[in-house]
Each structure stands twice: as C-alpha cells, then as structure tokens.
C-alpha cells in the first residue's frame, strides 16, 4: 500500500521469504521515502514466523500506528505533512 506495488515479485519471492533464505525487500519501501520507522513495522508484521510478529496488540502501540500528521503550508508553497511523535 505505501509504495503502490507488490512486495514481492513473485510467490517463489515470497516462498524464498518465507523459508528465511532471503531477506524482506525493503527496496521499494526506501524509494518511496517511507520513515525507518514504518520500514521497521512492516518488516514486524511481515516476519515468516508467527511468533516472532507482534500480537494486534503489541502493533498498535508500535511508534509508528502512533505517528499524527499535521499538514503545512509553506508561503506560496504546497502543503507538505509533518510528522508529529507523542511523548514518550
């Protein structure tokens, strides 16, 4: 959804993903300019073993589900989002 492509080429890809012979493609997720945050829980949810994801729970009290956005406008400029984090 974020980068408007599939994650993986093709199933023997995501068969290769998921017997931990080859690494999630973050390629794409890069290109786009998604934040090391997202990269980082996306990857969670996507780990070939379901005891290694994170339980619903533990994903939307990820750092990232907590992100707000709040749009800006420079002078003469296009809105632009700004990230905004909670406090910790």
């Known amino acids: 959804m974020l980068t408007k492509k ?9 068969s290769r993903y998921a017997n931990d012979v080859k690494r999630f493609p973050i390629k794409d997720l890069q290109e786009c300019d998604c ?3 997202s990269i980082r829980f ?12 994170p339980s619903a729970r533990e994903a939307k009290l990820h ?3 907590n992100v ?4 800006t ?5 296009p809105e632009t ?3 905004v984090y909670p406090a910790t």
Not at 68 to 71: A, M, N, S, V
């Open 68 to 71: 707000q956005t709040e749009l």
């Open 6 to 14: 599939p994650g993986f080429k093709d199933s023997g890809a995501l």
């Open 42 to 53: 996306i990857k969670s949810l996507m780990a070939p073993s379901p005891d290694e994801r």
């Open 35 to 37: 934040s090391d945050s």
């Open 81 to 83: 989002p700004k990230y």
């Open 73 to 77: 406008t420079s002078p003469g400029g």
């Open 63 to 65: 750092e990232w589900m």
